[in-house]
């Protein structure tokens, strides 16, 4: 898989090429608009991962003109614009996605991870971690042969955990996946939901499962997995 | 009336200086007109006694006082001229005294002899009768032949009084009349006048920092009201202009922040994610990445408020109940609070429908109610009402918290301020929260106000105008009329018209 980046701050273009070479991806580096154009014009890429405010040729005017050459190249826009208005226009140009600064790198990778995906996975219906079950079809949760009964939100956060095991998930990953943003800087409401989740799931075991990595968020993992290779 | 108004001191100046330039010309008529009379009054009797004169001086030295009187009373026949003539001869002998005169307007009987030193030349002087009239008498000395002799010539000076009584009556009636008129017209006057400023003063009235566009009516009278219309009009093309810079800077501040905060997280996330750190160094890290979250939410509220300064409102508008909004993000919220110990009561909430965009509309709630529930002690208790009058539509947030001291009431909504410095810090707020819901309020045309007391709690109050649906129209149709004309035709919805309509009408 061959991933160019077109943006024009060298240090943000490099830390974002190192974290998705440690994904095992291909990236190049374009630092500019016009040299963005070389790079799709010479190479065959799999992902487009463009900013927005580029020397030369603008990442719309890019944009715009990759469509027309490679109608099927999926786009992600990578900006520090936030308005709807943006992100709508940039959609109806042909953007895959929208991610705005600053992000968390783990929400680029799923996100590339997404729009690599040639054919959608299979979702599975039951998600499995070490001794903790949690069914889709039923809502049920498990540890052990002890069944856990959890609130609406709770699942939800639980789910979202568990969908990606021993990678750490911003609060702002999941305040925008289980909430929505207008809880984002005022509230403490992660927090909160996580220590009840616990409570229930990890508090009566002796193996914990769910973990807060300080200054980043929550994961799920046991005490022998490592972190999830993303992050290293 | 206004006791301290321009116009009222201006008239009441006018009032005492017309009543003292009235006063000081009258008492001049009064003073002039009395002095003429009586001296034309002198002039005429000085003739008649220059007539006794020539009598008494053509006369023999022997001629006898009934010659004398004979000769008077033919040639200046005092009687029917209503005039007193006495001559009386030195020493102290009289030799003729004028009858009663036929208006017997005096008692020739009555006058007072000439009493004191003979005067060597003529005089004019005024004596009382003993019936209490007062006369004017002329007395001229005169040394013939026969003697020396003193005439008296005299009448009665009741003409003159009347007419002095009747000019002071003329004058007492006018002086107020003419004193009214001027203070009642200068009062006018300068209410006339400074209608001009009136008017700019309710266009300024109208205009808000979100609507700087609009300008002071200007006269063009070339005078100072021109000018000063002028000179605010400057002034406030200034402060526009300055307020658009500082948006901008602001707006342009957050967003360059960014790329570098996202470098700076992701590159601490990323060796902390490694696992290679232990101990100190760790959750030394981590205190950073802390930080850095908190300036994220930092510029991501600046950014929101630079947007509403510049009156963006984004997203889409439509009919809401508040209400049911309120109470599902309470119910979001619910655990929160319950987690604090404290009772979120949604019971007194009516549906109340407004029209706002639900996201951000939203997002005063959740900033309210974070509040609410940061700043009340365990076992506190927030209660959600809603309520509906003629005028608006109204949400109110309470708690049982602490309170805010009312001499920060004025000054929550600002920018950064924050009651308990220490005790904000830990919670990580940044000082926004409730800037950005009054933001949010002002772009949707509604108010946010604070009611608080130390120890007993605050209260928010949400107030949305509810507009009747024919304002709401007559301006959709006036904007669209407008924007006809400059071409723009992609405006649809009431939507539109109620964010144009909000700077006008509702402020």
Redesign the interface.
Known sequence: MRLLIVED?P??AE??AR?LRAELYAVDLAADGREGQNYINSYEYDLLILDLMLPFVSGSELLRRVRQSHPSLPVLILT??????EKVRHFEAGADDYL???????ELVVRVKALLRRTPIERTDVLLFSDLELNRLTREVRRGDQRIEL?G?EYALLEYLLSSPCR?F???MILEHV???????????VD??V??LRRKVDDCFPVKLIHT????GYCVRDSES???PD?? | MNHRSLAFRLAVWYAVLMSLTFALVGAGIFYGLTQYVRSSLGDSLRRRSVQVEQILAQSPSDVTDAAIAESINTRVAPEFNNRFVRVTRAPASLVYRSGAPTDRSFEPLGVPPFGGVWPLKSVTRSTVTAQGLRLILSTTPLVTASGQYLIELGTSLEPIETLQQRLLALLGLLLPALVTCASGGGYLLVNWALRPVDRMSQTAAHMSLRNLEARLPVSPTGDALERLSLALNQLLARLRDSLQTSRRFLADAS??L??P???I??????I????ILHGEV??R??????E??RL??L???L?VLS?LDAG?V??DWADLDLAELTLS?AE??R??AE?RGIQIDTQALIPIVIRGDR?RL??VI??LL?NAIRFTPRGGMVTLRSSQSSLYSVLEVCDTGIGIPAAALPHVFDRFFRVDEARSRED???GL?LSIAKSICSAHGAQLQVDSEVGKGSCFCLMFPRLPKAVIQRAAQALRSEHANDGDTDLTGGESVLVALRPRSLF
């Open positions: 701050d240090k943000l830390f974002v974290g520090a614009r936030d308005t709807i208005e705005t600064k600053p992000f968390d790198f783990a609130t939100k750490v911003s609060r702002a909430w929505d943003q207008s809880f984002e800087g005022v509230t403490n409401i909160v939901y220590r009840h990595v300080r200054g980043v490592a972190i999830a992050l290293q | 967003h360059e960014r790329t905060l996202t470098i997280k992701g590159e601490l996330q990323e902390v994610g490694k696992q760790r959750d890290l981590g205190s950073v990445l802390e850095v979250a994220e939410n510029v991501a509220g950014l947007r963006e984004q997203g993000t979001q919220m655990l929160m987690d996201a939203k997002q959740v900033n974070a990580g707020g940044a929260g």
